[in-house]
């Protein structure tokens, strides 16, 4: 049978939708509070993620279904860009997540590195200064996620807090106007994005409180 | 929830008749339900929500006129299972049922989703719900009559306390 959005519906999430979300939270926690550090989803979490049968994985990338199934809720209004939009009715059956209004901030943005660029930032909610809880988590699927010193993809050099003096990441996908556009985000702190980046099983967190440079 | 079968590969029961047999089914006594459901064969079936038992909140009127008010919670165990027919048809069945009773509610939602797929459908009516609904029916009307035994008659009391 081809592969027509409508199957989503008949996808499966979590093996145990506790546990796998618990994990993922953990691990989301631990790369939050290390910028740039990779971080292996644990077996827990991929449980059910990654299962024999083909056409019952999940429509998104591994690590980027674990974090949505994760994050999402009835109350949380998300936004799924480009392809992954076919993917809304699959997370609304898992987590009973609604799609983000047309006018309407989103609390997390997800979609593959190619559809990253000027327009979708822009879209992005900041929050306010009162309340900086609403900026918006943005879930990017990129090419390559490395620490390593070769390889495809722009170097980033990481500092702030929750890093000794600097980090490096590698990442593919991402256009160096990208990482232009949240350096120029830094100075607006407690205002902001939170940036999860996420590779096959991995995944690394840049919170809008690191501040981010091109490296060589 | 929102499960949906999906393309145009054979006609769709109608939400009324799917509401009938779920309806039968999630009453049906255990034992008749294990009965028919012990022989279906496993490897065309696949989780998307394994069991789980969670609450739900009861809500009534009394006389079924008066205001809505909360009875209380009630356990429920749900399931949703996917099945893979003839074809390739896929078709997604749910079960909810009343208690902690986690095969029972497999059971319903394996049912169901075979009964979605036209070449089971017309058998599974014939041979399953039929006389499932017959043995609730027969329950209830059993129910009925026992209650009915010592059922007192209001009216004559009504002028008494009127006056």
């Given amino acids: ?216 | 929830m929102t499960t949906r079968a999906t393309d145009a590969a054979g006609p769709v029961p109608p939400t009324s008749e799917r509401r009938r047999w779920l309806a039968v089914l999630a009453h049906a006594p255990r034992e008749l339900l294990e009965r028919h459901a012990a022989g279906m064969a496993d490897d065309a079936f696949s989780r998307l929500r394994a069991p789980e038992v969670g609450m739900t909140l009861l809500r009534a009127r009394i006389g079924n006129t008066g205001d809505r008010f909360n009875l209380g919670d009630a356990t429920v165990t749900r399931c949703v299972v996917r099945h893979r027919g003839a074809g390739g048809r896929l078709a997604a069945g749910v079960g909810y049922v009343l208690g902690r009773d986690e095969a029972r509610a497999e059971w319903v939602a394996r049912l169901d989703a075979l009964l979605q797929q036209p070449e089971h459908h017309a058998d599974l009516m014939r041979d399953v719900i039929a006389p499932l609904e017959a043995a609730v029916a027969a329950r209830r009307a059993q129910d009925a009559a026992r209650a009915a035994a010592s059922r007192v008659d209001f009216r004559t009391l009504a002028p008494e306390a009127a006056s």
Avoid: K
Avoid at chain 1, 55 to 70: E, H, N, R, Y
Avoid at chain 1, 84 to 94: E, T, V
Avoid at chain 1, 139 to 148: C, E, F, I, Y
């Fill in chain 1, 1 to 216: 049978m081809t592969d027509s959005p409508a199957d989503y519906n008949f996808r499966a999430g979590f093996d145990d939708p506790v546990h796998g979300a618990q994990q993922t939270f953990r691990a989301l926690l631990a790369a939050m509070s290390h910028p740039g550090r990779l971080h292996e989803l644990p077996p827990a979490a991929l449980a059910g993620l990654q299962p024999e049968d083909p056409d019952l994985a999940p429509p998104l990338p591994t690590a980027v279904s674990a974090v949505l199934l994760t994050l999402l809720d009835g109350q949380t209004p998300a936004r799924l860009c480009g392809d992954y939009d076919s993917a809304a009715p699959w997370l609304r059956f898992h987590t009973g997540a609604r799609s983000a209004a047309a006018d309407e901030p989103a609390t997390v943005v997800a979609a593959p590195c190619a559809e990253v660029d000027e327009t979708l930032c822009e879209a992005l909610a900041l929050g306010s200064d009162e309340a900086p809880q609403d900026g918006a988590t943005l879930v990017v699927a990129v090419d390559g996620l490395s620490d390593g010193d070769s390889g495809e993809g722009l170097v980033v050099e990481l500092r702030g807090p929750g890093i000794e003096s600097m980090q490096r990441l590698r990442v593919a996908g991402l256009p160096a106007s990208f990482w232009a556009w949240r350096r120029e985000l830094r100075p607006a702190l407690p205002r902001g994005v939170d940036l999860v980046l996420a590779h096959g099983t991995r995944l690394a967190a840049i919170p809008r409180s690191t501040r981010v440079a091109l490296g060589s």
